[in-house]
T-cell receptor
Framework: EAGVAQSPRYKIIEKRQSVAFWCNPISGHATLYWYQQILGQGPKLLIQFQNNGVVDDSQLPKDRFSAERLKGVDSTLKIQPAKLEDSAVYLC?????????????FGQGTRLTVV | GNSVTQMEGPVTLSEEAFLTINCTYTATGYPSLFWYVQYPGEGLQLLLKATKADDKGSNKGFEATYRKETTSFHLEKGSVQVSDSAVYFCALSSGAGSYQLTFGKGTKLSVIP
């Protein structure tokens, strides 16, 4: 079974530039998550999709971050403009149903460095 | 709100030593509890989980028991191996309608031969 695919693996940009990350979840998984993991901290949820609808984006900084999952499959996360504090690993995860006991499967992440 | 507090690292142990990584939580409702592991160069993967009080999750020699009275979910292994070197994250899932994981900060474990 193919896992969660993310690209790129690494990205270095200057502050105020824009960047986009792509995620392809496990086939058949309805729920997709984007997490931000700052060095030395645990992952923090940015946004959760159920199919192509947003379930929770309460922690997404909407003035600069946006995400979409147009066809209910793959997803993109964009940052525009980037700030130094956005340097982090961006993790995509998916689960079959999004229920309380459901296991989430994670991709390897995209490491973003803003200089 | 929900939060997870886990033991600060890094932790360095000799091979075959006993491991405990403490984890306590605060949650609304009735959470499910998880331990995720991140091996070097790999993504997060589920190690074990428990979904109700007194449940014990176990996998690969690791165990953790859901203790509602102490709001804890400590990870233990009787004899660690070099291959267990990784970062371990305690997490919970709780909410009303949208269940998402709240993670602790992670504990880095290094096992030396």
């Amino acid at each position: 079974e193919a896992g969660v695919a993310q690209s790129p693996r690494y990205k270095i940009i200057e502050k105020r530039q824009s960047v986009a990350f792509w995620c392809n979840p496990i086939s058949g998984h309805a729920t997709l998550y984007w997490y931000q993991q700052i060095l030395g901290q645990g992952p923090k949820l940015l946004i959760q999709f159920q199919n192509n609808g947003v379930v929770d984006d309460s922690q997404l900084p909407k003035d600069r971050f946006s995400a979409e999952r147009l066809k209910g499959v793959d997803s993109t996360l964009k940052i525009q403009p980037a700030k130094l504090e956005d340097s982090a690993v961006y993790l995509c995860a998916s689960s079959f149903t999004g229920g309380r006991n459901t296991e989430a499967f994670f991709g390897q992440g995209t490491r973003l460095t803003v200089v | 709100g929900n939060s997870v507090t886990q033991m600060e690292g890094p932790v360095t142990l000799s091979e075959e030593a006993f491991l405990t990584i403490n984890c306590t939580y605060t949650a609304t409702g009735y959470p499910s509890l998880f331990w995720y592991v991140q091996y070097p160069g790999e993504g997060l993967q589920l190690l074990l989980k428990a979904t109700k009080a007194d449940d014990k999750g176990s996998n690969k020699g690791f165990e953790a028991t859901y203790r509602k009275e102490t709001t804890s979910f400590h990870l233990e292994k009787g004899s660690v191996q070099v291959s267990d070197s990784a970062v371990y994250f305690c997490a919970l899932s709780s909410g009303a309608g949208s269940y998402q994981l709240t993670f602790g900060k992670g504990t880095k474990l290094s096992v030396i031969p």
